[in-house]
């Protein structure tokens, strides 16, 4: 990650602007994405930069401050180790 800043978030860039994973300290790894549809429920159908597409719900923070999640936005989701079909949107690009 040198030459570039990482945001607040702790997700950065390398040389080519290109979003690389970020493991946080909890275990859960973070990647962009963008939503491919939304699901009842608060769920969302995400493509990832990889190409996998994940289910995820948005987090309670999201949910609290009324951020809206459309189908098209470009988001950076939070993936558990655990189950890596399953995630939590932690943040919409604006």
């Known amino acids: ?3 570039a800043t990482a945001p607040a978030n702790g997700c950065g860039f ?3 602007q290109k979003w ?3 493991a946080s300290k909890d275990g859960a790894i973070e990647i962009e994405g963008s939503v ?3 699901l ?3 769920m969302f ?3 990832l930069t990889n190409g996998h ?3 995820a719900h948005i987090s309670g923070k999201m949910r609290k401050n009324y951020i809206r999640i459309l189908p098209g936005d470009r ?3 939070e993936l558990s180790p655990y189950d890596l079909t399953r995630g939590r949107i932690i943040y919409r690009y604006k």
Do not use: H, Q
């Open 1 to 3: 990650m040198t030459g």
């Open 14 to 16: 390398d040389l080519k």
């Open 20 to 22: 690389v994973l970020v």
């Open 36 to 38: 491919a549809e939304a």
């Open 40 to 42: 009842p429920n608060a």
């Open 45 to 47: 159908r995400v493509e």
């Open 53 to 55: 597409k994940i289910l």
């Open 75 to 77: 988001v950076i989701v």
